[in-house]
């Protein structure tokens, strides 16, 4: 076994980690705040990457510098899966709420709004997988590494690593950070201190969505292709990161991603790619087995 | 001596139980007053309704921190923050992942404008803001004697410094009515002593009124200018410590019926 070929599996797994995380991110901020696992949080993705698609293909078509079409498209895709994010809470989930309904029916509302968004892409745009042009150019100076790291890889690990550090910042030293925080904790006392519970509920699937919206552009960049259905695979995968990692924790999900996407990467290596997922869960199994509330995650003892 | 809460025929039911029932309380300004009863009688339900956590069945709540009267019933309990009360709980609900600043930090939040917008552009007058609270917070943590736990995570404060952080944190949201719910619970003697001193002071140095929920009598007495008792959500006396301690209704419902 040549350590080549162990680093570009190391660094494939990394890649992979990246993006499972920044999804990853979005349900376990949502579950922290509100306890609902956000099933439409990967169609939010799904949708990131065909808005980003729209827009850069319309900018090609205006004949833009490519740096513009990057920054143009990529904000808009940002700004628009915000939008969605917003609306489907204030649609699927803030009514439920408000009317006290067992989480059991904010959960079935969620996979429907899923399997709406899902269905609404597939209707509005096509079943086909659609290319999807590679902004991320192969940098010369990074020639010499590109072999254990592609360019396009290095992009979405930097890009990761800079949406962490925004993230960490605005949860632990702003106002709307504490806000979030003390609603996660303890609804009833953050209301009590003044928090306005709503407004951090939006805000957090606002961040979410944000952060789905980045990891499918880059995903759509390094695969080349897209489809309605990619958000269901890659919202489960993220899904199992969050949980493997502690749902509800920050760095867990992200740690969880990793583990997860390092998994896959080395036994598709290793064995083969046809049973990465089939050890990956596995994997997953053993580790919830003896930390059920994973990696992170608080076990809680709970007061009799 | 002008009432700055004024509570009218309060009436709370959960399904088919009274919980409150035609309740009338006022509370005068810079008064301490203390609302006792045996366990079950509607204190903390009274609580939670003028705090806005649940939505009374009928009746009125009135503020008037200015003169002027001002219904709150129905409003959400951020909003009745804002306007100015604040409150504990009986058990302590302090956020366990933040330190003692930041857990006053929150409160003070309540009466700050920056927004997302500012949070995410971190400009001048966002940060000076946040200067300015971190200077309000510690400021707090210092007149309740809490300043040398200032970046400490709170659940490894002792017990009595915890109860100390919550009225801290109450004070935060510059109320002008706190509202204690059993704050000598699990105190021992000589916090007790001490956390009489601290209402005392509280009450000076921020010109507020306050309304505690209490079961130790002896700190009842001592700090009440005023003295509401509730039986079975009904108010079965009022006065000053020295008329309730005579008040035969009052003794009956503590003690129950004269046999001879």
Redesign the interface.
Known sequence: MDFDFLTYLFFGGLTRGSIYALIALGYTMVYGIVELINFAHGEIYMIGAFTGLIISSVLTMLGLPILAIVVLSALTAIIYSCAYGYTMEKIAYKPLRDSNAPRLSALISAIGMSLFLQNYVLLAQTSDFLPFPNFIPDFEFWEPYAHILTSPELVILITTVIVMICLTILIKFTKIGKAMRATSQDKVMAVLMGVNINRVISITFIVGSATAAIGGILIACHIGQINFYMGFTAGIKAFVAAVLGGIGSIPGAVLGSFVLGLTESFFAGYFSSDYEDVFAFLFLVLILIFRPSGILGRAETKKV | MKSILKVKNLTMNFGGLRALHNLNISINKKEIAALIGPNGAGKTTFFNCI?G?YKPSNGDILISPKGNNEKINGL???II??KGL??T?QNI?L????TAL?NI???C????K???I??ILNNKSTKAE?RLIIEKSYFILKELGLEIYVNELVTSLPYGAQKRLEIA?AL??EPFLLLLDEPAAGLNPQETNELDELILKIREQNDISILLIEHDMKLVMSLSDNIHVVDYGKKIGEGTPKEIRNNPAVIKAYLGEEVV
């Open positions: 705090t956590i959400k309990p951020n923050t804002k604040a409150r709980f609900r956020f366990t992942s933040m930041e930090m929150v409160g939040h309540c009466v700050t920056a927004g997302v500012g949070a946040e944190r935060a949201t």
